[in-house]
Protein backbone atom coordinates (compact mmCIF):
# COMPACT_ATOMS: atom_id res chain seq x y z
CA UNK A 1 0.00 0.00 0.00
CA UNK A 2 1.68 3.74 -0.29
CA UNK A 3 0.30 6.36 0.89
CA UNK A 4 1.19 10.20 0.28
CA UNK A 5 1.75 12.30 3.22
CA UNK A 6 1.10 16.13 2.06
CA UNK A 7 3.85 18.49 3.13
CA UNK A 8 6.39 20.90 1.73
CA UNK A 9 8.49 20.33 5.47
CA UNK A 10 11.29 17.81 4.85
CA UNK A 11 11.80 17.77 8.63
CA UNK A 12 7.66 16.44 8.76
CA UNK A 13 8.42 13.76 6.24
CA UNK A 14 11.64 12.28 7.66
CA UNK A 15 10.00 12.09 10.94
CA UNK A 16 7.04 10.56 9.56
CA UNK A 17 9.44 7.96 7.31
CA UNK A 18 11.43 6.97 10.41
CA UNK A 19 7.15 5.98 11.79
CA UNK A 20 6.11 4.26 8.75
CA UNK A 21 9.20 2.26 8.17
CA UNK A 22 8.39 -0.77 10.19
CA UNK A 23 4.72 -1.27 8.68
CA UNK A 24 4.79 -2.49 4.84
CA UNK A 25 3.41 1.12 3.46
CA UNK A 26 5.59 2.99 1.01
CA UNK A 27 5.26 6.70 2.33
CA UNK A 28 5.60 9.44 -0.69
CA UNK A 29 5.53 13.08 -0.15
CA UNK A 30 3.25 15.65 -1.84
CA UNK A 31 4.92 18.70 -1.86
CA UNK A 32 3.02 20.90 -4.11
CA UNK A 33 1.32 22.40 -1.27
CA UNK A 34 -2.21 23.77 -0.20
CA UNK A 35 -4.14 26.76 0.87
CA UNK A 36 -4.31 27.14 4.40
CA UNK A 37 -7.54 29.42 6.25
CA UNK A 38 -7.42 31.55 9.04
CA UNK A 39 -8.75 29.66 11.57
CA UNK A 40 -8.51 29.56 15.49
CA UNK A 41 -8.42 25.80 15.00
CA UNK A 42 -5.96 23.34 13.92
CA UNK A 43 -8.45 20.75 13.00
CA UNK A 44 -10.42 23.57 10.93
CA UNK A 45 -7.15 24.38 9.04
CA UNK A 46 -6.41 20.72 8.32
CA UNK A 47 -9.82 19.94 7.04
CA UNK A 48 -9.88 22.50 4.50
CA UNK A 49 -6.84 21.45 3.21
CA UNK A 50 -7.49 17.47 2.93
CA UNK A 51 -10.59 18.60 1.19
CA UNK A 52 -8.53 20.98 -1.32
CA UNK A 53 -6.04 18.12 -1.81
CA UNK A 54 -8.93 15.13 -2.16
CA UNK A 55 -9.30 17.06 -5.71
CA UNK A 56 -5.46 16.95 -6.32
CA UNK A 57 -4.00 13.26 -4.62
CA UNK A 58 -5.62 9.80 -5.74
CA UNK A 59 -3.79 8.01 -3.29
CA UNK A 60 -4.87 7.40 0.43
CA UNK A 61 -3.04 10.49 1.88
CA UNK A 62 -2.37 12.52 5.19
CA UNK A 63 -1.51 15.84 5.90
CA UNK A 64 -0.33 17.20 9.31
CA UNK A 65 -0.86 20.64 10.81
CA UNK A 66 0.63 21.86 14.34
CA UNK A 67 1.03 24.32 16.23
CA UNK A 68 3.01 25.79 19.77
CA UNK A 69 0.59 26.54 22.40
CA UNK A 70 2.43 28.74 25.15
CA UNK A 71 -0.03 28.76 28.37
CA UNK A 72 1.74 32.59 29.25
CA UNK A 73 1.23 33.74 25.87
CA UNK A 74 -2.60 32.90 26.27
CA UNK A 75 -2.47 29.92 23.50
CA UNK A 76 0.18 32.23 21.18
CA UNK A 77 1.42 31.41 18.94
CA UNK A 78 -1.12 28.58 18.01
CA UNK A 79 -2.35 27.93 14.82
CA UNK A 80 0.33 30.40 13.70
CA UNK A 81 3.40 28.92 14.65
CA UNK A 82 4.59 28.60 11.14
CA UNK A 83 3.86 32.63 10.54
CA UNK A 84 5.58 33.50 13.78
CA UNK A 85 8.49 30.94 13.75
CA UNK A 86 9.33 32.79 10.07
CA UNK A 87 8.69 36.37 11.39
CA UNK A 88 10.24 36.33 15.12
CA UNK A 89 11.57 32.79 15.04
CA UNK A 90 12.73 30.77 18.77
CA UNK A 91 14.72 33.99 19.94
CA UNK A 92 11.05 36.28 19.48
CA UNK A 93 9.10 34.10 21.59
CA UNK A 94 11.97 33.51 24.15
CA UNK A 95 12.11 37.04 24.68
CA UNK A 96 8.33 37.46 25.12
CA UNK A 97 8.71 34.43 27.62
CA UNK A 98 11.69 37.11 29.25
CA UNK A 99 9.12 37.52 32.49
CA UNK A 100 7.34 34.99 32.02
CA UNK A 101 7.44 32.53 35.49
CA UNK A 102 4.81 29.76 34.16
CA UNK A 103 6.90 28.48 30.86
CA UNK A 104 4.36 25.29 30.36
CA UNK A 105 3.62 24.88 26.60
CA UNK A 106 2.40 21.86 25.13
CA UNK A 107 2.76 21.13 20.64
CA UNK A 108 -0.50 19.66 19.36
CA UNK A 109 -0.72 17.77 16.08
CA UNK A 110 -3.54 17.29 13.48
CA UNK A 111 -3.38 14.68 10.76
CA UNK A 112 -6.57 14.19 8.55
CA UNK A 113 -6.04 11.02 6.74
CA UNK A 114 -8.42 10.13 3.49
CA UNK A 115 -9.28 7.58 0.88
CA UNK A 116 -11.11 8.24 -2.19
CA UNK A 117 -14.92 7.73 -1.13
CA UNK A 118 -14.41 7.98 2.04
CA UNK A 119 -14.75 10.08 5.26
CA UNK A 120 -11.90 12.13 6.63
CA UNK A 121 -10.53 10.56 9.89
CA UNK A 122 -9.05 12.54 12.43
CA UNK A 123 -5.93 11.69 14.53
CA UNK A 124 -4.75 14.38 17.40
CA UNK A 125 -1.36 14.01 19.15
CA UNK A 126 -0.32 16.35 22.12
CA UNK A 127 3.05 16.92 23.82
CA UNK A 128 3.16 18.44 27.12
CA UNK A 129 6.02 20.68 28.11
CA UNK A 130 8.41 23.84 28.57
CA UNK A 131 9.79 26.66 27.09
CA UNK A 132 13.27 26.63 27.65
CA UNK A 133 15.26 29.57 28.83
CA UNK A 134 17.63 29.45 25.64
CA UNK A 135 18.33 27.79 22.22
CA UNK A 136 19.16 24.21 22.52
CA UNK A 137 20.51 21.98 19.83
CA UNK A 138 20.64 22.47 16.24
CA UNK A 139 18.31 19.25 14.99
CA UNK A 140 15.02 19.36 13.85
CA UNK A 141 12.74 22.30 12.88
CA UNK A 142 10.91 25.42 14.00
CA UNK A 143 10.88 25.79 18.00
CA UNK A 144 12.23 22.87 18.45
CA UNK A 145 15.34 24.19 20.12
CA UNK A 146 13.24 25.85 23.06
CA UNK A 147 10.88 22.92 23.84
CA UNK A 148 11.41 20.13 26.62
CA UNK A 149 8.87 17.41 26.75
CA UNK A 150 8.15 16.71 30.02
CA UNK A 151 10.07 13.30 30.98
CA UNK A 152 13.28 14.66 29.03
CA UNK A 153 16.10 16.84 29.85
CA UNK A 154 16.71 17.92 26.35
CA UNK A 155 14.84 20.17 23.55
CA UNK A 156 13.64 18.74 20.67
CA UNK A 157 16.50 20.66 19.13
CA UNK A 158 18.74 18.44 20.82
CA UNK A 159 17.10 15.04 20.21
CA UNK A 160 17.70 12.51 17.11
CA UNK A 161 14.18 12.21 14.60
CA UNK A 162 14.08 8.87 16.89
CA UNK A 163 14.62 10.21 20.13
CA UNK A 164 12.05 12.99 19.33
CA UNK A 165 9.02 10.67 17.49
CA UNK A 166 9.27 8.75 21.26
CA UNK A 167 7.74 12.33 22.92
CA UNK A 168 6.35 14.13 19.99
CA UNK A 169 2.74 15.53 19.05
CA UNK A 170 3.35 14.35 15.61
CA UNK A 171 5.02 11.05 16.75
CA UNK A 172 2.05 10.69 18.60
CA UNK A 173 -0.55 11.40 15.80
CA UNK A 174 1.13 9.42 13.51
CA UNK A 175 1.08 6.16 16.34
CA UNK A 176 -2.40 6.91 16.13
CA UNK A 177 -2.69 6.88 11.92
CA UNK A 178 -0.46 3.48 12.00
CA UNK A 179 -2.38 1.87 14.37
CA UNK A 180 -5.67 2.71 12.33
CA UNK A 181 -4.09 1.56 9.04
CA UNK A 182 -2.65 -1.50 10.50
CA UNK A 183 -6.57 -2.47 11.89
CA UNK A 184 -7.48 -1.68 7.64
CA UNK A 185 -4.65 -3.11 6.11
Partial sequence: MEI??????????????EKFGGIGVKLSQYD????????????????????????KIDKPFFLEDA??????????????????????GCRGILKLMEDKKD???????VIVYKERRKRVKIFIGICQGEISYEERGTKGFGFDPIFIPYGAD??????????????SHRGKSIDMLIRYLEGSL
Avoid: C, H, W
Avoid at 103 to 109: D, H, I, N, Q, V
Avoid at 154 to 167: A, H, I, L, P, R
Fill in 67 to 88: GLFIRSLNGFPGVYSAYVFKKI
Fill in 32 to 55: GGYPEIQADDLIDVAIYGARYLSR
Fill in 4 to 17: VFATQNKGKFREAK
Fill in 103 to 109: RYAEFKS
Fill in 154 to 167: KTFGEMDVEEKNKY
